[in-house]
Structures are given as C-alpha cells and as structure tokens.
C-alpha cells in the first residue's frame, strides 16, 4: 500500500526530503510539547462545555430509552416475526466496525512503519474504545432479559450449565471483549510518556497526582524507552490479527446462519474492508473537526487527510466488489433462494436501503480520483458522512432484507423501528462524542512522544539546518 | 356429578394416573424401605398429604371450587395434579357435539371430542376449545341488578322481578314472551313445554342471530319435513356446493369434516378421492377446499342450478325458467358439472348455501334424488334432520306484530341479542314491552335495553342436555359450579321465575338438575338402559343412542314450483355470512377466536369487506390489478349503503372473488361486549336483508370513505408463485398425476435449479447420526386432507398456554401461535386455488436454531424432539432468525400480564407461563409425551405403545390430518405413514433434516 506522496527535487535530489514533512511549522521539541499538553491545562471554554452538553444530553436520551426498553421489554422496538434483529444489531456491527479503524492505524500501519499515522494513532484508538463500548451497549441492551445476558460468560455455576461454543454469539462475546481489552491496553501503554509528559506540565497539584499516577511512575530513562518499544511492538503484534479476526467473527453471526443472504464465504473480508473503510471514515469525520476546533493542523495535515482519503476509496471499492460479487455469485449459485433475496434486495421493499448504500459506500468516494477533490476539506467532510451513513445501511441492508423475506412468504413481514430505537442510537453517537470530547480535553489527543519521532529533528540523519521543507508546507 | 369408570380400554378415560396403573403402586423407584422413622404415616407420604392440603386450602379460596373439590370430604377422584375426565355436550345451536372436559383441580382446562359421540368423534372445532376461555371472561355479568345501569341485587330479587312483572302481565291479559336462541336441547324444549302449559300467557320463541328459513321450507314442500337435513358426506363421491361453505361456516361443519376426509386421503395403490365442486361468488373455505372452483356472479348462482337440474332431472325440473337466465360460462360450467354429478349416481349430491332461495333448495333435492342420493342409508337421508330447525320467521314476525301493537307485557331474552342483530323494526318494537329482562353471558347490546339482568351460565356450569340429528342424546354435565357465585343456571332461573308464577310448578324438581334427570328416565330406557347406574353410565359415555322414528319421506316436486325465488339482483351486492372465528358474535368477546386468523384471508382482530381484485379496481381502491397496487387497497374504509343502512368498513382484497360482490362477516362490531370485543370490526347485521341475515343485499351505493385503517393480517398476500418462481414448499398435485405414479417425481422433485438429482437428499454429514435407542418423535400433516378450519391453532393455544397479543401487536408481526396454517394461492389472482400448509416446529435433526444459541437454551432431547429451555433463554432471537420455518415465537413484551382474574383459569397448570424476553416454540405436546410415559411406568412397559401419547393438534384436527408417534417403532402409524409415495418435507434442500413429513395436497381434477 503506497501511502505516500512523492514529490522529486531533482535539483537537490540527496539533501531535499522526498516525502512531504509529516509536521508543519518546523515546531521545536518544546513547541510540540507546549501546543499539545496546553489543551489539557487550557481553560475549559463555553464552546466545549456546550458540545459536551450536547452530546451528553444525546447519550441521556438513549441512556433514558435503553431503561424504558429493559422495564417493559425489547416489544418497545419495532422487531417482529420474521425481523427478530433491526437496528440493535446493524448498530453493533456498525460500531465495531468504525473502531477498526483504530487498530489499524494503532498495529498494522505501525509495523508497516507509516509514520504519517503517528499523529492520529492516539484519537484513533480512543475512537475504538468508545467504539467498542457503543457495540457492547447495543450487544447487551438486545438480549430479551437483559439482566441475564451475563449468562454468555462462560463461568463456572451452580447450576451447571455451560455456554454454547458452537454459537457465534459466543465467538462475538471472545472476540469482541478480546478486542477491547487488546486496544484498551495498547492505547494504555502509548499513552505513558505522554501522560508523564503531562503530569511535568500541569500545574495543578490534583492534576498532577492524576497524570502520575496513571504514568505509572515513567522517568524517560533509556530502559524505560527501551521497554516501552518492546512492549509496544508486542501489542501491535497481537493487535494485528485482531483487525482482521473481530470483523470476521462478527460477519460469522450472519454466515453460520442458514438464510440466502447471510450464509455466504464472502463475509468475512468483505466485512473487514467495509469495517477499515468505515472506521476511517469516522476517523476522518473527528479529525475534521478536532484539528478545527483544536488548532491542530500542523500535525494532523492535509496530506494525513490525503492519505487516508485513499484508504477510504480503496476499501471503498473492495466493498463494491463485495456487493458486486454478492450479486453475481446469487446468479451463478443457481440457487432460486439466493437470487430471489438479492433481487429483493435491489428491487424489493428494502431497496431504498440497498440503493443508498450503494450511492453512499461506492460512488461517493469516487470523487477522491481527484487530487484536488481528496485535498478538500470540505468535500471529504461531506464523504466521510456519507461513507457513515453508508456503511450503517449496509449493515442494515443485510439484517432487514435477508430476514424480512426469507424461505417460507407465509412468514414475510416488514420491520421498521421505533423512537426508542432511534434514540438508542442517538444515545449511542451522544455517548460516543462526549467520550471522545472528555478524551480530547484531559488526555494528550496527539501521541507527543511519537510525533516528536517523526520530526526532522529526531532523525539522527537529518541536517537540522534544512528548511527545504517549509517550501513545500504551502 | 359423575366420573368415568377406568378400565384400560383403548379409549380410557381416567381420574389419575393411579387410577389407570390399578393397583400397582406409583412408587416403584424405591425398591426399599426408604422410611426414616418407623411410623405408619411415611415421610414421603407425610409431605404428600401436607402437600395436598396446601394445594387444597389454597384452592378452597375460590368458592366454586370449594363446592366441588371440598377440603373435608376429599374427593377421592381428585388428586391435586391429577386431570380428571367428564364428558359433556357442547351445542353449537341446534347441532350437539359430545365432549369430553379436561378438568384439573375442579376447574375446565380443555375440550376435547368425546370419541363415543358420532358427530363429534372425537374431534373438536376451534370454537369448542375456546370456549373454555370465555367461561372464565372477566368481562361476563357478575350479578343481577333490576335497574338500567343500577347496583347490583340479590339473585333472588332479580328472579322475583321477572316474577313479578309475569303476573302482571297475567293480570292485565298481555303476554310474556320468551326469547331464546337456538338450541337442541330436549329437556329445554320439555322445560318450554312445561312452563307454556303452567303459565298460558307464556310463549317461547326461538330468534337465534342467523335464521335461514329457506331450507326448512324447501324440505316442507318437497319431502314434508320442517327441518334442515344432514347430508353425510362420506356416503357421496361428488359434491357440488353452491355458495354452501359445508366446511365453513356451517355449524355442522366438524361432523361434515370427520365424514369428508374419509375419502380425500389417495395414495397411488388407493387412487380414489371424492370430488368436490364448488360455484360461488364469495371465497368459503369449502371453495378453498374445492377440487374444482368457479366463481360465479350472484345472479348466476341459482341460474347454474337450475341448468343442472335441466341437465339431470329432464322433465321434472323445475327450475326451467331460472335457467333461462343463465349465461353462456354458467351453462357451460353446468354441463360440465352435470356430467361429473351423472358419473356417480347414487353418491352424488348437490348442496345450496342456506341462504339461497326456497327454490334452489329443492332444486339441489331434485338434481340429488335423480341421482339416487335421497333416501335412507345414502347421502341425503331424510330421516337425519337438526332438532329444532324448522323455519323460524313467521313466529318472529308475529312476536313483532303481538309487540307493535302493545300484547307483549314482558320480554324476557335469554341467550340472544336482538339489540345487536335483529332490523331496526324489530328493534324498535321490542321497546313496546313495558318489562324487558335479560338472561344473557355479557352486559350486552340487549342487556342494555332491560331493566332486569340475571348473569347466564356457560355450558361447563350448567346441567342440560343436547340431542343430534341422528338420535343421539348426550347429557350435558358441568364441570364447576357457576363463577359468578349463588346464582342457578341460565334454566335454573327460568325454572325460579316459573315457580314463583305459578306455584306448584314442577314441584318434584327442585333444580334443573333433578328436571334433567327425570327428563332423561324415559330416554335411558328407550335405549335400553336401565338400572340406577343407567344416568351414570349416560354420563360416562358421553352419548346415547337412541334410535330416529322418523317417519318414511319421499321427494315430491308437485308443491315445490311455487317456492319463492331468489331475489338477488344484478349491481353490487353485499354478502354477509357468520364469521369462521366468532361466528354469529358469540364469541366476539373471545380472545383467542379474535386473533385466530380467519382461515381463508387470514384476517385477525376485525372483519373486513372483501372485494374482487376487478371490483377494488372498479371502486377506485387499487390503481389497477399489479399486487403491489391491490396490497394498497387492503385498509381503505368503504361505505357502504343498503336500504337497511349504512356501514363503513375496511376492504381487503380477496383473490377468488366474484366481481361486484363484497363481502363481509357478521360477528363483529359489537358495542357492548367486553373490552376485546367491544369496537373490533363492523356490524353487518346493521345493513343485513331483515330477518334472514346472511346471503345477498343490494348495495345502493358503495364508494370509498376517505380514511383508512391498518389490517391485521397474519400473512401477506404472497401467492407461491409471487413473482419471485415457483416456491415448492406446500406441493400439490392431481389425482391422475398420483395414480399416474407421477407423485413421487412431483412431490420430490427437488428445488429447481439445485442440480440435485430430484429425489430425497441423502443427509449430509460428517460425523455420524446420532442413535436413537428409545422413542423418537415424529410427525406425518396430510395436506390432501387438511381443510384448513384452524381447530388445531385453537387446541395449541389452549393446551400449551399461549398468549394472545392484540391487534396491534399482530399488525407489527408479534402473534404468538405455535402452529399456523400458511396459506398459499395458486393460479392467477382472479380464481386462484388455495393450498394449506400446517406449520409448526419442524423438530430439525440438523436444527439450525440449537447451534446458534449462545447459552444452549434450545437443545436436542434423547427422543429428537427439539427443547426449549425457557429459564435458560437470554432472549437473543438468533434462532428465530436462523429457523427456515419462522416457527419460533418471541415475547417481545409480557403478553399475560394484562390478563384479569378469573382469565388466568383457563391455563394448563402442565405447562410454564412465558415471561417477557423468552422465545417459545412447538414442543410437540411434551409434556403429553411425559404423561403417557409416566403412564406405561405404571403399567410395567419401557415403551408407550402407539396411539398413547397425541398431541393437541392431532387430537383436535377434524380431518384426521395429523398422525403423530415414534418413528423408531416401524409398525407405528406415523412411521408408515412418512413413507408414503406422497410424502415430502418442506425445505428439505437446506439439510436441516425435518421430523414432519407432509403428503402432498391432491386435487381430484
């Protein structure tokens, strides 16, 4: 995967850099330091306080909906026979799928040595946990009894009774709850010099109690660094196959299943690249706003933006293949099943569903063919929504239609959800964004340690002296 | 109140489980002494008794069962947790279904067919099993009040009343006025006799909702009788129904269906079926049934008889100038179906609808005495007529002359409603009686309108007696004392009133038990029993047979030319008949009866107006006749106008229809019912003809009303061949294919383009099948035989203790049944045929739903059946997607938590009631099958034999469509059964391994 941009001086072939800095401004050491911990010993200003009012009044909202569903049952949702999953189960595959982005950033780009990553990997892996978090909400808040779901906890009891490991619910339960502890600890570890960057910096005594002892007693000694890498690379080691693995798992729950729609090879990585191409979708959506809100365009830059722009329109395409290939091996299946269901879903009561993933997940990212267009903040504001909404209807698109007209038509019903769903889902956005905001505000949004990494002055090679590359920062 | 005795015959009926073991003791796991303390009273049998006491004390709360089941004098047949059988009659009007009640702890749980009575045999309708629910309705009449809308009173205050107003009648020289509905019981009528010669200003009239005169006055004119007839359709090979629903709504349709299915289950050795025939412009379910169906205009309907008639009776026919009218298709369709009526002379017979004029009646007795299907033994035997079901009309007319002109003093309406059915004439008239009282179940329409209202008896609490048409008598004997507490049953308190009039009346009777009893004298000993155990050993059985005297009839068309003819007119017409559920408003307070899917559109919770797909088109409902724009039509409100006035209902679009009919079920629309009943659907008596409801009226003006409203429809309107290819899951095929051997490719013709060989799929697999050593449960549904009535939906419900969800509900797609018929259409959307296919838990062997539970909440039993372990179920509905069949049942809310006392009675203290958040499903009767093992335990066998263990819906089914037993055992019915050259299991490509096997539906065309 090329993920950069090369750019070749051929006046100055061996002293001008090759690649666009990943930094702009050509800060210090001291400057990286300052401008990223100020955030968290900046003044909590108006502005903040009403975005996390906002999205904490959306999280109470389906905080509030999700009580009023466990009092009186999951009947308060528009499911139904046939339907028995809507909108709880589209919102948990989606949810999973947006924090992939994070470990991918986190593990796989790190042992590929992207280092443009180094600046986003940090909120990338918050937007996983958060992520993470939201899906195992709507994974819990779904069963029928909720205050028994612990049940699909394989633990031992008096009454003898044992989990079902046959089931792909199961597998979720180890996959999903594998994944976030793997991305809790990761985020955890990186964030160590950091927070003891920060606990320097505050000035508050309480604060500095906090940071401390959450840094976990960090000096910055050689051994510490040395330890820190070790530790580091091991957990995006073990991270690594959990990007492909969790999304594989989850798309199990629709392939052991025997119904035309869902019971097909293809899920798993199509899932994958739908859960990368959504997942950075979200991440972009963030960046977007934080590196405003934030001040931090000069680390997070228009070329991260570029760069994952091709990401976007990569796994873009991927999943287009996937829904293409879908529809071409329901033809030549020979199967009257499956090619009634994909006819349904094109043609039939759901299409509007289908075709909107289709506009949103295959044709938007198209215009990112364009340089000038995948450097527009604007538009790829525009696209990473609508790559959101996409994504969230091809999940649905795969729940609704497959179970809303399968084998028997005696059986066929229609779902459509309820205000307590649809705020269930609100809630979870509103829990997400206020996480993400607490997040911004009190811990170091940018890996410093790691940025710090990537600037010219850290390569030993680097002639400090070279500003060829202010030239190129226009 | 009397048992049945225990002999271990095949068809025992039984106290406990004791009782059936004889003297074996129960306890056969402890081989020793097992006692701690050397005592005569044992530990185990300590706890037992204290157990027992507790249950008893704690029963004895509710007055009723402390008459029964009294803690002092312990009943000895009455072992808490034991069921205990009684046999009774259940009357569906003037037509008798023996019964035998399941009762536990001194309260109905279930009714079941008494199998000793012929037009039950053993089987049950959906409204039998019902009943059961509404006896312990929340919504009944508690208590006599004497005033409109006033408190309650003594009963005896109530009864005094009546009294009181009879005298004054007799003083004043005006009459009084008995209103009944209709019924078979001989001792109700002796009783009327009684009371009509004790008090002389007193008279009966019998004003059931759904007069049909028309038969009863045909049979007078051409054989003399002033009775319905009772066609025995096992004794004809061709039947041709002309708008008559025999299957349907007829109230003798369980005893036609028990006779009709003998003969519509062909096999390739056997390829012989009746045929039936059916011209009709409504959608019955008989047409549903029907081997051949055409609709035809309402204006053709008599027409196409009368060619018929000129066809086969030549020169005697007296239908020549209806025929005249008769268009091209209709003689034609006549031709064709005279020459199939001649090819079986002897066995065939042609029924009209009973709402068709007097003329048609004889006509179809004139084409099926040519034939040589009238006379004794064959299929239309005179000899076998409905007690009580002359022609009604002409005293209900008088009453309305006698009540307009101001002789009635006192009406007193007892198990009728006239307010809810009767023209607005009579309506009005009624309230020229200076006195009115009820005796009715519910504070309804009619109870509205009197002063007086005494609570009625249900038929579980009342003794009574019910007579059927071949002569058998049954006693009706109940089966708990009366809910509402101190008050006599509905012919208890007419007996009160008659001896408070007229002192000295049946002094020798103090209640209607004793009347019953002496009543019952004279029948014991004309059939020949005698002996003080003879009333017990009526009750015992169940019926009695006593032979008909009637006398020798014979077809005689002189009178019949100048029977009146029909009257239909050619426009739109508005068709009413009894509902398939509630049938004449009955039960229009029954839950169960409410969301039971109407068996043929499917319809829950309301009654609708059915049109053609042509006519919605024609009326502006649907842009044109695409599927996508008829579902439109479904919901959009009509109004519709007839001389007699107007109603708005919802119209639904039935496939199959004439064109310019609509069609609507009475039953519905009730005000003053109970809080289910109440508002659901329209009234159709308000626009009905007058006296004789059902049939055709004119429709002055029909057109849409602007709204429209949501139907509850329990399936789409998806035909198997929607567009989407053909679906072979319900498979049918004709007579000749089967006896052409064609059967087995058409049955097992596998999924096209599968590329599999077309025939059973060898299981795949790659560990080895588990062995079964014991029982392995299995099912066999004859789809040829099935006809679709929905008795077994109603006997799952009651015996397993389903809920019903509500309107709302059903219309989200949350109905609860565990079996459900799924009914498909064939052929195009003006006249397609119907295939129905029972479906209920397959019992997979390769479930689909076991493996994807992540708690193991539904599993696999050592006997195949697939569990459902409610306690264990965290509700994640994963195997209710993965189930091909959609059989699992969710509750997505606590559906019982809204039930009232007494309803929750009614449940099957055997089986757990579902909490909210729990999936449900079929367990083949399991606990049944525990019961029958339990049973054999007693006996000293490892095995139950074949025929011991029956689930619900089997033992329900009228048709005899559902066989069910051990597939291990070769010899049992159900194995050879699955082996049938008919047999086929739906979906079998998937691998999942179904344990129900289904024969294919044969049609005999």
Redesign the interface.
Do not use: S, W
């Given at each position: 995967m090329s993920v950069s941009h090369l750019e070749h001086n051929p006046a100055s072939a061996l002293t001008e850099p090759i690649r666009d800095p990943l930094v702009l401004g050509n800060p210090s050491m001291k400057d990286v330091t300052a401008r990223i911990a100020s955030i968290v010993e900046g003044k909590i200003t108006i502005k903040y306080l009403l975005t996390v009012t906002v999205t904490g009044c959306m999280a109470l909202l389906g905080i509030g909906a999700l009580l009023y569903t466990i009092l009186n049952g999951i009947g308060v949702w528009g499911l139904n026979n046939p339907v028995g999953w809507g909108w709880d189960i589209t919102n948990f595959v989606w949810w999973i799928g947006i924090g992939h982005a994070g470990t991918l950033i986190s593990a796989i780009l790190y042992l590929f040595r992207q280092r443009w990553r180094n600046a986003i990997n940090r909120s990338a892996e918050a937007m996983t946990l958060f992520a993470v978090l939201c899906a195992l909400t709507m994974v819990l808040s779904h069963t029928g009894r909720q205050w028994l779901a612990y049940w699909l906890i394989p633990y031992p009891n008096q009454m003898y009774m044992w989990v079902n490991f046959r089931s792909p619910l199961m597998w979720d339960v180890f996959a999903v709850n594998t994944y976030g502890a793997v991305s809790l600890m990761f985020w955890f570890v990186g964030l160590i010099p950091d927070l003891a960057t920060v606990r320097n910096y505050v000035r508050s005594k309480v604060a500095q109690k906090i940071y401390g002892f959450f840094s976990l007693g960090w000096t910055g000694s050689n051994r510490h660094w040395h330890h820190y890498e070790i530790a580091y690379m091991i957990l995006a080691g073990i991270s690594t196959p959990l990007v492909l693995s969790v999304h594989s798992v989850v798309s199990f729950d629709f392939t052991v299943g025997i119904l035309p729609g869902w019971h097909t090879t293809i899920f798993p990585p199509y899932f994958v690249a739908g859960a990368i191409f959504s997942g950075f979708a979200m991440v972009m959506t963030l960046l977007i706003i934080a590196r405003e809100i934030l001040d931090l365009k000069q680390f997070i830059t228009i070329k991260h933006l570029e760069n994952m722009n091709k990401v976007i329109m990569a796994t873009g395409m991927m999943v287009g293949y996937a829904y293409a290939m879908e529809m071409f091996i329901a033809w030549y299946s020979g199967s009257a099943w499956e090619r009634w269901i994909f006819i349904n879903r094109a043609l039939g009561d759901y299409a509007w569903s289908y075709w909107t993933m289709v506009t949103c997940n295959v044709v938007a990212p198209q215009v990112f063919w364009s340089k000038k267009l995948r450097r527009s903040i604007p538009l790829m504001f525009v696209v990473s929504i609508l790559v959101n909404i996409g994504m969230w209807f091809e999940r649905f698109t795969i729940i609704a239609t497959t179970l809303h007209h399968d084998f028997l038509p005696s059986s066929w019903g229609y779902y459509s959800p309820t205000w307590v769903e649809i705020s269930i889902f609100i809630g979870t956005i509103g829990i997400f964004l206020t996480l993400f905001l607490l997040f911004a505000k009190f811990v170091p949004v940018i890996a410093i340690a790691e940025v710090k990494a990537i600037m010219p002055g850290a390569q030993p090679s680097h002639h400090h002296d070279d500003h060829a590359h202010t030239e190129v920062a226009k | 109140m009397s048992d049945r005795s225990s002999n271990a015959t095949p068809r025992t009926t039984w106290q406990s489980l004791d009782h059936l073991a004889g003297d074996q003791p129960v306890g056969g796991e402890f081989t020793q002494s097992t006692s701690l303390v050397n005592s005569a009273v044992s530990r185990r049998g300590f706890m037992t008794a204290l157990t027992a006491t507790m249950a008893l004390t704690a029963a004895a709360c509710r007055r009723p069962l402390q008459h029964l089941v009294p803690a002092v004098h312990s009943n000895q047949t009455a072992i808490p947790g034991m069921p205990v059988y009684y046999t009774s009659v259940y009357s569906q009007g003037n037509v008798a279904y023996g019964t035998l009640v399941k009762t536990r702890e001194g309260r109905p749980i279930k009714v079941n067919g008494n199998d000793q009575h012929p037009s039950s045999a053993g089987k049950s309708t959906a409204q039998m099993q019902a009943s059961v629910l509404s006896l312990y309705d929340p919504d009944r009449i508690r208590r006599p009040r004497v005033r409109k809308g006033g408190g309650n009173t003594s009963y005896d205050n109530a009864l005094t009343s009546i009294a009181n107003a009879m005298q004054e009648a007799q003083s004043s020289g005006k009459k009084v006025v008995v209103l009944t509905g209709d019924h078979c019981s001989p001792s109700f009528s002796a009783l009327q006799a009684r009371m009509t010669e004790a008090i002389p200003n007193l008279s009966f009239v019998s004003m059931p909702a759904l007069i049909a005169d028309n038969p009863a006055i045909a049979n007078n004119a051409v054989l003399g009788i002033d009775a319905e007839l009772v066609p025995q359709l096992d004794k004809a090979t061709v039947v041709v129904a002309v708008d008559a629903d025999p299957l349907g709504v007829d109230p003798l349709a369980l005893f036609h269906m028990t006779r009709y299915s003998k003969k519509r289950a062909p096999s390739k050795s056997n390829a012989t079926m009746s045929k039936l025939i059916v011209a009709e412009a409504q959608y019955s379910l008989t047409g549903a049934n029907a081997d051949e169906r055409t609709r035809l205009a309402p204006t053709q309907l008599e027409p196409f008889m009368a060619c018929i008639e000129a066809e086969i009776c030549g020169g005697l026919a007296i239908g020549g100038d209806i025929a005249a009218t008769a268009d091209g298709a209709t003689k034609a369709l006549a031709q064709k179906t005279a020459a199939a009526l001649k090819s079986a002379v002897g066995s065939a017979v042609v029924l009209a609808g009973k709402h068709l004029s007097p003329k048609a009646h004889a006509m179809a007795l004139n084409i099926s005495n040519s034939l040589g299907s009238v006379g004794a033994g064959l299929a239309i035997d005179p000899a076998f007529r409905l007690p009580n079901s002359g022609a009604k009309g002409a005293a209900v007319k008088a009453l309305q002359a006698d009540l307009e002109q101001g002789a009635v003093h006192a009406l007193l309406f007892c198990d009728t409603n006239p307010e809810y059915f009767a023209d607005r004439a009579f309506r009005k008239a009624m309230l020229s009686a200076p006195v009115r009282a009820a005796i009715n179940y519910y504070e309804d329409e009619t109870a509205n309108i009197c002063e007086i209202s005494i609570p009625a008896s249900h038929w579980l609490e009342s003794w009574s007696d019910a007579a059927s048409f071949d002569g058998t008598l049954s006693i009706q004997q109940p089966m708990i004392m009366p809910l509402n507490e101190g008050i006599g049953s509905t012919y208890d308190s007419l007996m009160a009133i008659a001896k408070k009039v007229a002192p000295g009346f049946l002094a020798d009777a103090e209640t209607y038990h004793d009347f019953v009893k002496a009543n019952w004298s004279g029948f014991l000993a004309s059939a020949g029993m005698t002996g003080v155990t003879a009333w017990n050993d009526a009750l015992v059985k169940g019926a009695v047979s006593v032979p008909v005297s009637a006398a020798a009839s014979t077809v005689n068309m002189a009178s019949a030319s100048t029977l009146a003819t029909s009257t239909v007119k050619s426009g739109m017409a508005l068709y009413l008949s009894p509902s398939l559920t509630v049938q004449d408003g009955t039960y229009s307070n029954n839950a169960w009866l409410l969301e039971l899917p109407d068996p043929v559109t499917k319809v829950t919770w309301e009654n609708v107006a059915l049109v053609s797909p042509d006519t919605a088109v024609k009326l502006g409902l649907a842009a044109s006749k695409d599927p996508k724009a008829l579902r439109k039509a479904s919901g959009v409100v009509v109004t519709i106008q007839t001389e007699r006035g107007t109603i708005d209902a919802p119209a639904w679009v039935q496939p199959g229809m004439a064109d310019d009919v609509v069609a609507i079920s009475l039953g519905y629309g009730r005000t003053s019912v109970g809080h289910h009943g109440n508002g659901a659907g329209v009234n159709g008596y308000a626009v009905a003809a007058g006296l004789q409801p059902t049939g055709y009226v004119a429709v002055s003006n029909i057109a849409k009303s602007g709204t429209s409203v949501r139907i509850a429809c329990a399936?789409?309107h998806?035909?198997?061949d929607?567009g989407?290819?053909e679906?072979p899951?319900a498979k049918f095929l004709t007579l000749h294919e089967l006896a052409g051997g064609e059967a087995v490719e058409k049955t097992h013709e596998h999924?096209?383009?599968?590329?599999h060989d077309g025939k059973y799929l060898k299981p795949l697999s790659i560990v080895p099948d588990y062995q079964y050593k014991g029982h392995r449960w299995g099912m066999v549904i004859d789809m040829s035989a099935c006809t679709g009535c929905s008795s077994c939906i109603i006997a799952c419900q009651s015996e397993n203790n389903i809920a019903t969800v509500g309107k709302e509900?059903v219309l989200?797609?949350?109905?609860m049944h565990w079996i459900?018929l799924?009914?498909?259409y064939v052929g195009d959307v003006d006249s397609p045929d119907t295939v129905v296919?029972p479906?209920l838990c397959q019992h997979c062997e390769n479930a689909?739903c076991e493996?994807?539970?992540?708690?193991?909440a539904t599993t696999h039993s050592p006997e195949g059946l697939n569990e459902m372990v409610y306690n264990?179920?965290?509700?994640?509905?994963?195997c209710?997607?993965?189930c091909?069949?959609?059989v699992?049942?969710?509750?997505?809310?606590?559906y019982n938590d809204v039930l009232k006392q007494p309803a929750d009675l009614a449940f099957n203290p055997d089986i757990t009631v579902r909490?909210?958040?729990?999936?449900e499903k079929c367990t083949f009767c399991v606990q049944r099958l525990h019961e029958a093992k339990w049973h054999a335990r007693d006996q000293g066998r490892a095995r139950i034999n074949d025929g011991e263990a029956v689930t619900a819906c089997q033992e329900a089914c009228p048709a005899g469509a559902i066989f069910f037993g051990d597939t291990n055992d070769p010899k049992s019915v159900v194995s050879q059964m699955r082996e049938h050259e008919r047999g086929f299991k739906?979906?079998s490509e998937?691998n999942?391994r179904p344990q129900v096997t289904y024969l294919a539906k044969v049609r005999n065309s």
């Open positions: - | 399936q789409d998806h035909t198997l929607d989407n290819g679906r899951v999924f096209p383009n599968t590329g509900q989200i797609g949350r109905e459900r799924d009914r498909y296919e479906m689909p493996n994807v539970c992540p708690v193991a264990r179920c965290v509700g994640t509905r994963y209710l997607n993965n091909p069949y959609k699992r049942r969710f509750n997505f809310l606590d909490m909210r958040g729990v999936m739906v979906l998937l999942v």
